[in-house]
């Protein structure tokens, strides 16, 4: 899922413009992405005439050859399913009219009725999954619910005799709007205004039938051949993420959100229920699109998600001087950030819509003597936005169970403790001292109202560790709470993989060779258990770290990213990993990236200060550190690299008051081992040693003192050997 995901976001960026979004991503994932980029750039006109056969997510410019699929394997033939000439059901196959990186589309003659159709099939590779099947049969309800000139017909549903799924459709001749902007540019004003019209007829019919399309995008609108948009040459296509009023069970409700990220609305992406005015949400991205050849919010990352939650985009007159006034005022209501704000439908939008195609003219004439106010919209606090901003590229990309609307299977019947779970999973997913204690909030108040919720319990325990390990709270005493609940987890539910994740965290805190060891049987377990939850594999990465195992903490760090490329402890933790093989630059690079993707969290922030000052980089790494200390004040390691690179910058009150803030922060174990790692890196090595003692490790410190460059001195000490040995921290 993350791959198509990411796809789907990419794609919508003009090809000159990824490279900055494509930089930000681990290498393996940018490799097979720009395979798959490649290969819809090679293919403009294949699916000229049709629309790109991808699954929910995608918006994929329509393709004109049959790509060579990264890693979905390359095309034998120009027949990927081996049907030309073959006979499905009542359809003789003819030829093949396009292909995308999900699926494919074949032009062929219905020998009952005398007519063209085309046939719509997923990949092999999908075409056997339960979601894909569901998907398929639900695009064919939505669809024959619907009888309007505006929208793709869809004859039946089948499989062939090698039972793969596929739709007979209505062939169309043309091509997408998503291909015409492709090679256009912005459609002219009264074009997009009639292509909008022709799509809320669309969405007025279906919304009658009680059907939400929630993926209205350019890539589901096909345009007639002779290029005209009026009357029944717009068809509104691919209801396979359709909402239908009497659908008991939600194709997308399990796994991700349905849509595609840019044309989103607010409502969607918070996993909120969804009515027809969503799709028009959706509706007034397209048409400024239409207007303005760009996205109103931008085409991907977490970016795209805060800027649909909280911000205002440009009206579309400022960006080109022939949009009328009206237009403005249209798009302004459409993307509105409540539902109540918007239309009430999508015939009262199409009576607007009609009203300003009559006078567009005039309106054109009198812009230069209107000055059009900015759009005042409700804004959402920065930082909540970006924890919902997280928790929905998790939703999507079918990651972490804590961040997902909880499977089949839930073990808690009180819908109120599932959501509270829900909001705490969320809240979690930021990693600084405010959410984090929201999450801890969310999460009992759920076990008070069921306390054998075992997902509450694992997510609890999960948070119970971070708060442990940026000094948010006690070490010993988070610790202690971590195991209690990650034990009650399994107890209740011994197939639970989060439990055994959080129960790894729990271990991975003492730095013993029995300690290290249940930690990796724990984070084995884990996976085995649930082989797509990112956070397992990113924990089992870390404790690899511990005892230098560089290569297999690699490996492991590889799964978590290709799960969820946006994680943000993965990401950040791939920097360190690499800094670790000895590339210095790369590592920089990507945890520069990791900084840009989520700056409100610490860890990139505190490595990349940590990295620069190793290399005497004192004025680089100054930036860093202090963005760090704002965003996590009591991060001990923070602490300790600030005052150490104050004092290298001559600052010696800063420097004093930040080794003071150091010294303040507790007298437990995990306290005295940051103070004396403090004083290594202030060139006291005897009174580290002598502080330390026999202390009980736990996983900040025990990283910190295998990575930070700061403790170079330390480490080259003939007592750190024995040291190392002694809480086996090496093999």
Same mark, same amino acid.
């Given at each position: ?8 976001? %990419? ?48 918006? #994929?410019?329509?393709? &004109? &050859? ?19 000439? /073959? ?56 669809? #024959? ?43 002219? !004003? ?83 229920? $969804? ?10 991205? !397209? ?7 760009? %996205? ?21 007159? /400022?960006?080109?001087?022939? !949009? ?8 302004r209501r459409l993307l509105s950030k409540e539902p109540a704000d918007r239309f009430a439908s ?40 970006? $924890? ?38 969320? *809240?979690?997913?930021?990693?600084? &001292? ?26 609890? =325990? ?13 070490? #010993? ?31 991975? &805190? ?7 060891? #249940? ?37 492991? *760090?590889d799964r978590a990213l290709l799960l969820n490329p946006l994680m943000p402890g993965a990401r ?21 990236? =990791? ?7 610490? !860890? ?33 390691? $923070? ?93």
């Amino acid at each position: 899922m993350v791959l198509k995901d990411a796809f789907a976001a %990419l794609i919508d960026i003009p090809a000159d413009k990824r490279s900055a979004s494509l930089e930000k991503l681990d290498p393996e994932l940018r490799q097979r992405l720009e395979a798959l980029l490649d290969a819809d750039a090679n293919a403009d006109s294949v699916l000229h005439r049709f629309y790109a056969t991808l699954p929910p997510h995608h918006d #994929s410019p329509e393709t &004109s &050859s049959i790509p060579t699929m990264g890693d979905t394997g390359a095309w034998a033939t120009n027949d990927p399913l081996g049907l030309c000439g /073959r006979t499905v059901a009542h359809f003789r196959v003819l030829d093949l009219v396009g292909a995308g990186g999900m699926g494919v589309v074949y032009r062929a003659q219905d020998e009952s009725l005398g007519r063209t159709v085309a046939l719509k099939f997923p990949l092999p590779q999908y075409s056997i999954d339960a979601m894909t099947r569901t998907r398929f049969l639900q695009e064919a309800r939505a669809a #024959s619910a619907l009888d309007h000139p505006n929208v793709c017909t869809v004859y039946e549903a089948g499989e062939t005799e090698d039972e793969h799924p596929f739709l007979a459709m209505a062939y169309y001749s043309g091509e997408t709007l998503r291909s015409r902007l492709a090679r256009d540019g912005p459609l002219p !004003v009264d074009e997009a205004i009639d292509v909008a019209r022709a799509l809320l007829r669309a969405l007025h019919a279906a919304h009658a039938a009680g059907v939400v399309h929630r993926d209205v995008k350019p890539g589901n609108v096909m345009l007639a051949a002779d290029g005209s948009s009026g009357g029944g040459t717009v068809k509104l296509l691919d209801f396979g993420v359709a909402k239908l009023r009497d659908l008991t069970v939600n194709v997308a409700s399990s796994r991700h959100l349905a849509g595609t990220t840019p044309y989103m609305s607010p409502e969607q992406l918070r996993g909120h229920a $969804v009515d027809g005015r969503a799709d028009l949400w959706s509706l007034g991205v !397209v048409l400024y699109e239409m207007l303005t050849g760009k %996205l109103p919010f931008g085409g991907v990352g977490l970016s795209t998600v805060f800027a649909i939650l909280n911000e205002d985009p440009e009206p579309p007159s /400022r960006l080109r001087s022939d !949009v009328p006034v009206a237009c403005d005022a249209i798009v302004r209501r459409l993307l509105s950030k409540e539902p109540a704000d918007r239309f009430a439908s999508a015939e009262e939008a199409l009576a607007e819509l009609e009203r300003t195609a009559r006078g567009s003219q005039r309106a054109r004439g009198i812009r230069a003597l209107v000055r059009r106010r900015s759009f005042q919209l409700v804004s959402l606090a920065t930082a909540a936005v970006i $924890v919902l901003a997280v928790a929905v590229v998790a939703k999507r990309a079918g990651q972490d169970r804590k961040t997902l609307v909880p499977p089949v299977g839930q073990t808690t019947r009180d819908s109120i403790a599932r959501e509270l779970y829900l909001e705490g999973s969320r *809240n979690a997913v930021i990693r600084d &001292s405010m959410h984090l204690a929201l999450a801890e909030s969310n999460l009992r108040q759920a076990l008070e109202r069921d306390s054998n919720f075992a997902e509450a319990l694992a997510a609890l =325990a999960d948070v119970y560790v971070v708060q442990s390990n940026f000094g948010y709270r006690s070490a #010993s005493k988070g610790v202690a709470l971590a195991r209690d609940a990650a034990d009650r987890a399994i107890t209740l539910n011994p197939l639970l993989g989060e439990a055994y994740a959080a129960k790894g965290w729990v271990y991975a &805190s003492r730095s013993t060779r029995a300690s290290l060891d #249940s930690a990796e049987a724990s984070f084995q377990r884990a996976i085995k258990l649930n082989p797509n939850a990112a956070w397992s594999f990113h924990g089992y990465s870390l404790m690899l770290t511990m005892e230098l195992r560089i290569p297999d903490a690699l490996s492991e *760090n590889d799964r978590a990213l290709l799960l969820n490329p946006l994680m943000p402890g993965a990401r950040s933790f791939r920097g360190v990993l690499i800094y670790m093989t000895g590339n210095k630059a790369e590592a920089i690079r990507l945890l520069k990236a =990791a900084g840009d993707i989520n700056p409100d969290y610490v !860890v990139p922030f505190y490595y990349l200060g940590i990295f620069e000052a190793g290399e005497k980089h004192y004025k680089e790494a100054l930036p860093y550190l202090e963005h760090a200390r704002e965003k996590s004040a009591r991060f001990p390691g $923070v602490l300790s690299a600030l005052g150490f690179t104050y004092a290298k910058l001559g600052r010696l009150k800063d420097a004093d008051s930040a080794f003071a803030s150091l010294r303040a922060g507790g007298d437990d174990d995990r306290s005295r081992i940051d103070r004396a790692l403090g004083e290594a890196v202030q060139g006291h090595v005897d009174r580290a040693f002598a502080m330390l003692g026999h202390p009980n490790w736990d996983l900040p410190s025990t990283h910190n003192l295998v990575i930070n460059p700061l403790l170079a001195a330390f480490r080259g000490d003939p007592r750190y050997k024995a040291l190392a040995k002694e809480i086996g921290i090496t093999r």
